[in-house]
Nanobody, 129 residues
Framework: QVHLVESGGGSVQPGGSLRLSCAAP??????MAWFRQLPGREREGVAG??????????LPSVKFRFTISLSRDIAGTTLYLQMNSLKPEATGVYFC??????????????????????WGQGTQVTVSS
């Protein structure tokens, strides 16, 4: 069982920035991603990354404004999502997800929720003036 711990959500004005973090213990070859659940909509993949290859995939509407990255140390892996130029329609709950097995085939579906078997509890992001 992998316990994912998210942080960094909050409220920001339109055009502002937030950085989300997600700590994942252990040293598995993770594929990881950020998903979001906007009000009245299904959960969607925002961005994903393969720790092994560095491959990334972004939701087209956030590409060039959001950046996914990760860092590793002896404790494990930390996933980040830097969100710039935020818009009110980005308001929702953001979830971190991970899978310990990260083959090339799995990395081809980084924004598919079926790829992941570990999920964080979610963190609220509110973009409002």
């Amino acid at each position: 069982q992998v316990h994912l711990v998210e942080s960094g959500g909050g409220s920001v004005q339109p055009g502002g920035s937030l950085r989300l973090s997600c700590a994942a213990p252990g040293n598995s070859p993770y594929c990881m991603a950020w998903f979001r659940q906007l009000p009245g909509r299904e959960r969607e993949g925002v961005a994903g990354i393969s720790r092994a290859s560095g491959t990334t995939d972004y939701l087209p509407s956030v590409k060039f404004r959001f950046t996914i990255s990760l860092s590793r140390d002896i404790a494990g892996t930390t996933l980040y999502l830097q969100m710039n130029s935020l818009k009110p329609e980005a308001t929702g709950v953001y979830f971190c997800a991970a899978t310990a097995v990260c083959t090339e085939a799995i990395a081809a579906a980084l924004r598919d929720p079926k790829t992941y078997n570990y999920w964080g509890q979610g963190t609220q992001v509110t973009v409002s003036s």
